[in-house]
């Protein structure tokens, strides 16, 4: 059984930090391109930042390049994202993604809220 385990949401202050963690079980880690996305209520859930397999290339939506960093350890099946200079337009519920040739496994989601 596939599972992501997403860690690390909270309440922060405007112009704050968090870690974000995806633990993944279940699945050959390196073969999978990892993704995070978030969705805030009232919203649709958008990409936020992905990262790929074997070459490590990264994608961020432009809200967030410059304040967020995602890595990767495939010994340690995690993906990690570093978000910086927090904006209360970045509070939402952050899911980790797994994807492989168009199939795609979500975890549950951990809560970010920045506050004002």
């Known amino acids: 059984e596939v599972q992501l385990q997403a860690s690390g949401g909270g309440l922060v202050q405007a112009g704050g930090s968090l870690r974000l963690s995806c633990a993944a079980s279940?699945?050959?880690?390196?073969?999978?391109?990892i993704g995070w996305f978030r969705q805030a209520p009232g919203k649709e859930r958008e990409a936020v930042s992905c990262?790929?397999?074997?070459?490590?290339?990264?994608y961020y939506a432009d809200s967030v390049k410059g304040r967020f960093t995602i890595s990767r350890d495939n010994a340690r099946k995690a993906v990690y994202l570093q978000m910086n200079n927090l904006k209360p337009e970045d509070t939402a519920v952050y899911y980790c993604n797994a994807e492989r040739n168009g199939n795609n496994y979500w975890g549950q989601g951990t809560l970010v809220t920045v506050s004002s």
């Open positions: 990262i790929a397999t074997t070459d490590g290339s990264t």
């Open positions: 279940g699945l050959t880690f390196d073969d999978y391109a």
